[in-house]
Every structure is written in C-alpha cells, then in structure tokens.
C-alpha cells in the first residue's frame, strides 16, 4: 500500500468517529451543524484516480451514514462531492501546473485559491447534504439558513484543521 493510501485511511478512521462522537452534537442556534469529516474528500490528491475517489467517498459517507443514523444522506452526497472535486478544483487552479501527487491545501495552492476551492465544496457539500434530507423545499427560508450557517461552521474548522497541519509540518522540517 502506498503511502498516500494509508495516509487518507488514517484520516478516514480519526475524522468519521470524530464527526459521530464530537462534531454532530456541535450545533450553533439549532441550526449550524460542522460537517468536517468531508476534509478527507476535500484533500484526497488531485492524481487519484475517479473510481477509486468515489469508492473513498462513498465509504466515508456510508460510515458516517451508520454512526449518525442518517440512511444514506452523507454517502450520496459524499459521492456526488467526490465526482465535483476535480472540476471545481480546475475552477481555481491552472492545468498546467504540476499535479504529481499534490493535495489541495493551503500550503500547495496558495491562500485565496484554497479558499475558494474550500468554500466551493464545503458549501455543495452543505446543500447536497440539506436538499437530500428534507428532499422538499417546503421550508425554504429554514434550509437555507441551515445551508449558510453550516457551510460557514465547517469552513472554519476545516480551514483551521487545515492550518495547523502546515504549521506541524513547518515545525517538522525545521527539526
């Protein structure tokens, strides 16, 4: 197993119990709900192939699925995320640049790139995830407020998360 594979299953077996223990009994105002498990997607490298990035998603989503009792809510839109990564990540940076084994984060694509492809996928994930549970638009105003105040609560942490693996890093290689 590669490096990168054991790498992104490390990540997979830390966040998902974290989002099932922790991150799903952090709701702001009723309302906002983290969803940081979706980091795991959000980072997978840009090389990775698309079968096995949906075959990733999927599981994640399905195991997230199992812990929050949501019946397949996160492992669709985990799938359906996994599909946009690549477009939206071409949104923001060039194909030209070099993609051997690189990680969307804000050490590789610079600070308002990722911020843009952060706040891209957080808030797809937020609305595929709101539109798939009520599955109507009944009440409008309220999923939509939900969709807002979630994807900006998950933006947050993931940026957070995001940023203190680059300072970890930094501290690693001065060492």
């Known amino acids: ?12 077996l830390l966040l ?10 952090l709701i702001l105002f009723n309302v906002a709900v ?3 498990f979706i980091y795991v997607i959000i980072s997978l490298p840009v090389t990775l192939g698309t079968n096995t990035s ?6 994640t989503g399905l195991a997230v699925d ?3 009792d949501t019946q397949g809510v996160n492992a669709l839109a985990c799938t359906l995320l996994a599909f946009a990564r690549k477009p939206v990540y071409h949104l923001y940076m060039s194909f030209d640049d070099d993609l051997a084994g690189m990680r969307p984060s804000l050490r590789t694509m610079g600070y308002a790139p990722y911020m843009k492809y952060l706040l891209t996928m957080t808030l797809l994930y937020c609305f595929m995830v709101f539109a798939i549970e009520a599955f109507q638009f ?3 105003s309220l ?10 609560f998950t933006f947050v ?6 940023s203190l693996s680059i300072r970890q890093r930094q501290r690693e290689k001065k060492l």
């Open 16 to 25: 998902v119990p974290a989002q099932a223990i922790i991150f799903n009994n």
């Open 1 to 12: 197993m590669s490096k990168t594979l054991v790498n992104i299953l490390l990540s997979i």
């Open 157 to 162: 942490i993931i940026y957070a998360i995001d």
């Open 66 to 68: 199992i812990f929050g």
């Open 34 to 36: 983290p969803l940081v």
């Open 143 to 152: 999923m939509l407020l939900r969709i807002v105040c979630s994807t900006i």
């Open 54 to 59: 949906l075959t990733l998603a999927f599981i």
């Open 138 to 140: 009944h009440n409008f």
